[in-house]
């Protein structure tokens, strides 16, 4: 590990002087791209550097305890010693995770997708809530939320919901999110005051680039007609909802929300593209699999990753059995409470996997 540290940091040096470099500047894309290297070797370089410095503290402490004559140098010494042993440690364990290889869609927008599941229009009305806390912590994040396509239910929350996350490392913050949501609550309709149980399934994919999902033209079936809205209300009189067919995969999209039928088209190839995306990485994360003692991250979309019972403002994360009394933060959009210990997990399984 050490020489693959050393030859990191030798990296990072001639990546500093590269992106100074005028004829490098020059050429955006040279210069994108070794900057990004850069940003993404930093952290490692950093924590290796103050490992070393740490590392040779802690072998001159352990000198001085040993050879030298003077009582009180010894004693400080040794008063020493046992914080630079934690402090090494600690650094040794941030260092194995950050050469942990990098999820390669941590970086990118996503499309959010949720849907009402079980429980009528107590679903679509916590499918709505929820779309809200995800809006409000991308609003924190500096992060742009554009609606792609939605379908309302009668009582005003949403059968489907689907929405464009713009901003670097969306992914990475969302990618445990995706799977079935439980909530517990008592409806507003309830009149015995019972507590109903309900779902609504939210689906995170990396939003992808035309370079990465090559779709034909044959290979698609357009079809345009007019956008409805709730209870059939006409939204507009033109034909600009657009419906694509992906005919290989048999994938279906939907958009009707823009007047424009090009607006609605375009936004329905971003929906199409990431879910060919991601069933593409799909199969090959099942590929690998079977190589590997253990799967991490999975988040499959059948399994029920999340309860929220409002009655005791409890949120629980069945994946890591994690059990908090903050319903009203998180549904506020403090996600962080949740989104830092998934992340927290994860990572130590797959450190887990690495060294086995």
Known sequence: MLDKLHDVDERYKELTALIVDPQIISNREAYRKLTKE????EKIVFSYREWKKVSTQLEENIVLMNESTDADIREMAQSELSELKQTKERLSSE???????????DDKNIILEIRAG????EAGLFAEELFGAYTRYAQVQGWRVEIMSTSHSDVGG???VIARIEGFGAFSKFKYESGVHRVQRVPATETQGRVHTSTVTTAILPEAEEIEVDIKDNELRID???SG????????TTDSAVRITHLPSGLVVICQDEKSQHKNKAK????LR????SQKQAAADATRSADRKSQIGSAERSEKVRTYNFPQSRVTDHRIGLTLYQIDSVMKGDLNLLIEPLTAYFRAEALKAEVA
Do not use: C, W
């Open 229 to 236: 809205g709730p209870g059939g209300q006409s939204v507009n």
């Open 268 to 271: 329905a190839l971003t929906v």
């Open 95 to 105: 260092i194995m995770i950050l050469l942990l290889p990098k999820d390669p869609n």
């Open 118 to 121: 079980t429980g009528g229009d």
């Open 274 to 277: 990431s879910r060919l995306l």
């Open 224 to 226: 345009v007609y007019r």
């Open 38 to 41: 850069h940003a993404d070797i």
């Open 158 to 160: 949403f059968k489907e």
